[in-house]
């Protein structure tokens, strides 16, 4: 792990050629390796963290900045009027977490072992809440089309939805906001010590002070965010000159690079068998996206851009979003894990990012 700090060289390489102005190549190319290092003091400082407070409260921490900067680099999309953009990113972080960092989780973390165990209790509670954000991910669209309306078509820059529609995307964008609350009372207070795990000291011999780990976790999430930004700013130019739509960049390049600290993290405490985190991590993240992200974008919306955004996503959207889900589900439902429960979701992502990259 250490070793890998070295690479921290390349934060004021990749701000300098980002700042002037130097091929999208180059910014793109030194911006991910300045994250690497990141996503490495992220997975330490995570790990300390979960060591005082448990797996749950780490997990969530580690989300909470992990998702940041999705959150910004989003609301800057908002401000443009790239509500498919968005709206992609979104998507793809979500399916991203539950099929490609958990499949990689399991994976690694399977090998060399016959099975690892998880608290089925979490699990499910996270598996679950995702479920029922299921129907207000998808009842817009049902609502949309059911009055005589269309899905977006891929790539299309903006379908107009009407007031009504957008009246309702924010009353469920509430909802949600307000299931996430509740969730949170329920993981981190009244039901704490069913859910949260034996704390990971036993795992660490000499965890740092709180106040250290803390400081370390947003230091890292602030160099994630920056270094983020600026690789994300860099990829629609070399996305023209490779070919690829704004659907799939959107979709799979954003997603990964806004969450390339979860996924640095979860796969390497898997890797020390540590799967009760690595399980907060990936399903904790996508459901704070679903619950907390995305209507919190449906509320700013309405504030930035030309317009509000619907919540109403394309039928490849929704497909990878119930495929995904119903995947997890199944493959968490008892507790354990095997490397080839993590081939098996990573098939999945793999078949969705064919569909999206041919749409």
């Given at each position: 792990?250490?070793r890998?700090?070295?690479?921290?060289?390349?934060?004021p390489?990749?701000?300098?050629?980002?700042?002037?102005?130097?091929?999208?190549?180059?910014?793109l190319?030194?911006?991910?390796?300045?994250?690497?290092?990141?996503?490495?003091l992220?997975s330490?400082t995570?790990?300390?963290?979960?060591a005082?407070?448990?797996?749950?409260v780490?997990?969530?921490?580690?989300a909470?900045?992990?998702?940041a900067?999705?959150?910004?680099?989003?609301?800057?999309?908002?401000g443009?009027?790239?509500?498919?953009?968005?709206k992609?990113?979104?998507?793809g972080?979500?399916?991203?977490?539950?099929?490609?960092?958990l499949?990689?989780?399991?994976?690694?973390?399977?090998?060399?072992?016959?099975?690892?165990?998880?608290?089925?209790?979490?699990?499910?509670?996270?598996?679950?809440?995702?479920?029922?954000t299921?129907?207000?991910?998808?009842?817009?669209?049902?609502?949309?089309?059911?009055?005589?309306?269309?899905?977006?078509f891929?790539?299309?820059a903006?379908v107009?939805?009407?007031?009504?529609?957008?009246?309702?995307s924010?009353a469920?964008?509430?909802?949600?906001?307000?299931?996430?609350v509740?969730?949170?009372?329920?993981?981190?207070?009244?039901?704490?010590?069913?859910?949260?795990?034996?704390?990971a000291?036993a795992?660490?011999?000499?965890p740092w002070?709180?106040?250290?780990?803390?400081?370390?976790?947003?230091?890292?999430?602030?160099?994630?965010?920056?270094?983020?930004a600026?690789?994300v700013?860099?990829?629609?130019?070399?996305?023209?000159?490779?070919?690829?739509?704004?659907?799939?960049?959107?979709?799979f390049?954003?997603?990964?690079?806004?969450?390339?600290?979860?996924?640095f993290?979860?796969v390497?405490v898997?890797?020390?068998?540590?799967?009760?985190?690595a399980?907060?991590?990936?399903i904790?993240s996508?459901?704070?996206?679903?619950l907390?992200?995305t209507?919190?974008?449906v509320?700013?919306?309405?504030?930035?851009?030309?317009s509000?955004?619907?919540?109403?996503?394309?039928?490849?959207?929704?497909a990878?979003?119930?495929?995904?889900?119903?995947?997890?589900?199944?493959?968490t439902?008892?507790?354990?894990?095997?490397?080839?429960?993590?081939?098996?979701?990573?098939?999945?992502?793999?078949?969705?990012?064919?569909?999206?990259f041919?749409a």
């Amino acid at each position: 792990m250490r070793r890998v700090y070295g690479l921290f060289v390349f934060v004021p390489v990749a701000a300098a050629a980002h700042f002037a102005g130097a091929p999208a190549t180059v910014v793109l190319f030194t911006s991910a390796l300045a994250i690497v290092p990141a996503a490495g003091l992220l997975s330490e400082t995570t790990e300390h963290l979960s060591a005082h407070a448990g797996p749950a409260v780490g997990g969530l921490l580690n989300a909470t900045i992990g998702n940041a900067p999705e959150l910004i680099i989003a609301g800057i999309a908002l401000g443009k009027g790239l509500h498919e953009v968005v709206k992609a990113s979104l998507v793809g972080s979500i399916v991203g977490n539950l099929l490609l960092v958990l499949g990689a989780a399991m994976l690694v973390g399977g090998l060399g072992r016959e099975r690892q165990y998880f608290n089925r209790t979490s699990a499910q509670t996270l598996s679950g809440m995702l479920l029922l954000t299921l129907p207000a991910l998808v009842m817009p669209a049902i609502f949309q089309l059911v009055h005589g309306g269309r899905l977006p078509f891929v790539g299309e820059a903006r379908v107009r939805f009407g007031h009504t529609l957008e009246h309702l995307s924010l009353a469920i964008s509430l909802v949600l906001i307000a299931v996430y609350v509740a969730g949170l009372v329920f993981s981190l207070r009244t039901h704490r010590n069913v859910l949260g795990g034996d704390a990971a000291a036993a795992r660490i011999a000499r965890p740092w002070p709180l106040a250290g780990a803390v400081a370390g976790l947003v230091v890292a999430g602030a160099v994630v965010g920056a270094m983020s930004a600026i690789l994300v700013g860099s990829i629609e130019h070399a996305s023209h000159a490779l070919g690829l739509s704004q659907f799939f960049v959107g979709a799979f390049v954003v997603a990964i690079v806004g969450n390339a600290a979860e996924h640095f993290v979860a796969v390497a405490v898997a890797a020390k068998d540590d799967m009760d985190l690595a399980i907060n991590i990936s399903i904790g993240s996508s459901a704070q996206i679903a619950l907390l992200v995305t209507p919190l974008l449906v509320l700013l919306s309405f504030v930035v851009g030309p317009s509000p955004m619907p919540l109403v996503f394309n039928g490849y959207e929704i497909a990878a979003l119930v495929f995904a889900t119903l995947a997890t589900i199944g493959l968490t439902q008892d507790g354990e894990s095997t490397w080839f429960e993590g081939v098996q979701l990573l098939a999945v992502y793999a078949v969705i990012g064919i569909v999206f990259f041919a749409a």
